[in-house]
């Protein structure tokens, strides 16, 4: 990405904004996204960060009206009962990359009307095939609002929550861990509200889904060897480069929410949550630490390779190896490793000590 001459601090996002279209909220990204792009050199990776998911919230919250107008002019009429569009994972903390994928969803009010049901499974198809259109590349795990699964009124989403907590399989502790970051973008904030407080709830009374967490956690692939040797891929596409998104982000990301899950901390940002746990346990130099590594694995995912094929978006995660060898990138990789690393044995620690306290 090229250094932008003489850049405002700012992107433009009144096309976005006022787009009536598909075309013209395309165009409103398109313009949007090239500025980002160009500004990336001149900013502090937080500062960046925050741009491009402010960029990323104003396109899904005009999406919705685009497709509402739409699905009216397809003889839908008008939404029949409030709902919010939620955003998961990356989206929900606000750490996506420009060229980040769908993670979102629908809650809908528990409101009785006979064509709710139609409208929303047309709605949530046309919402997420909207977003491909601008962008935006299918979620491989289907988390979107395309999917039952992710598209259901509130009281559905309970029954959801409550069953995904009773059982403690690796999927649905993932799935937990997925919409732990929940966050609205647009629609009836009193529903996303009460989701919230429900999935609280229901973790506060379930120690034992907090180990669950724990033990879902503290699984992440070898980043450093015995010799302090950073771990590249070895087979296939991406044999000799480096794994940012597992290999670095998604660990700090994962330790950090179990963390702040575990101190009552209501932030979905992953830096937040650091300041909000740097300031519960102050002077603890590992959180300190954890800081500059997540820094420094937000900047190696703006770094990571990505395709545009049809004008969607789609990013390896992965690091190439002509990065690796800039020995200042290599230096904060090898640092930030080495805090993943103590982080993972001090959180293997409380998974030990609370498996030994299990009856």
């Known amino acids: 990405m090229e250094p932008m001459k003489n850049a405002e601090r700012e992107p433009d996002l009144s096309m976005i904004r006022f787009a009536a279209t598909r075309e013209q909220l395309r165009d409103g990204r398109l313009a949007c996204q090239s500025w980002i792009e160009h500004a990336y050199p001149e900013m502090p990776i937080d500062v960046w960060t925050a741009l491009v998911n ?21 003889g839908y ?44 499974a047309a709605f949530g198809r046309r919402l997420s095939d909207l977003l491909e259109y601008l962008g935006y590349e299918k979620c491989k795990g289907k988390v979107m609002c395309s999917e039952p699964a992710w598209n259901k009124t509130l009281e559905e989403w309970k029954r959801q929550l409550a069953r995904w907590h009773r059982d403690y399989s690796w999927e649905n502790v993932r799935c937990l861990m997925i919409a732990s970051d929940m966050r609205r973008i647009a629609g009836d904030p009193s529903l996303a509200e009460a989701w919230k407080q429900f999935f609280a709830v229901r973790m506060n009374d379930s120690p034992e889904m907090t ?39 998604i660990p700090l990301v994962n330790s950090i929410r179990y963390m702040a899950l575990q101190e009552g901390v209501n932030e979905t940002s992953t830096l937040k949550r650091l300041e909000r746990l740097t300031l519960l346990d102050g002077g603890n130099l590992l959180l300190e630490n954890c800081q500059r590594a997540f820094l420094t694995a ?62």
Request: a positive charge.
């Open 54 to 74: 402010d960029m990323h919230d104003e396109v899904a919250a005009r999406a919705t009206a685009v497709c509402e107008a739409e699905l009216e002019r397809a």
């Open 77 to 120: 009429g008008p939404p029949p009962v409030p709902y919010a569009l939620v955003v998961f994972g990356s989206s929900g903390r606000r750490e996506s990359t420009p060229w980040s994928d769908q993670d979102n969803g629908l809650i809908v009010s528990d409101e009785a009307h006979g064509q709710k049901d139609r409208y929303f």
């Open 211 to 249: 180990t669950a967490f724990l033990r879902n956690t503290v699984r992440h692939k070898a980043t450093l060897n015995i010799l302090g040797q950073v771990v590249t891929e070895r087979f296939g596409d991406h044999a000799g480069d480096f794994d940012v998104k597992y290999g670095v982000y």
């Open 298 to 359: 937000l900047t190696l995912r703006a770094s990571a390779s990505y395709t545009i094929r049809d004008g969607v978006y789609a990013s390896s995660g992965y690091l190439p190896q002509s990065e690796l060898k800039k020995k200042t990138l290599l230096y904060k990789l090898r640092e930030s490793l080495t805090t993943v690393r103590r982080m993972h044995r001090a959180l293997n620690r409380r998974l030990r000590f609370a498996e030994r306290g299990r009856p």
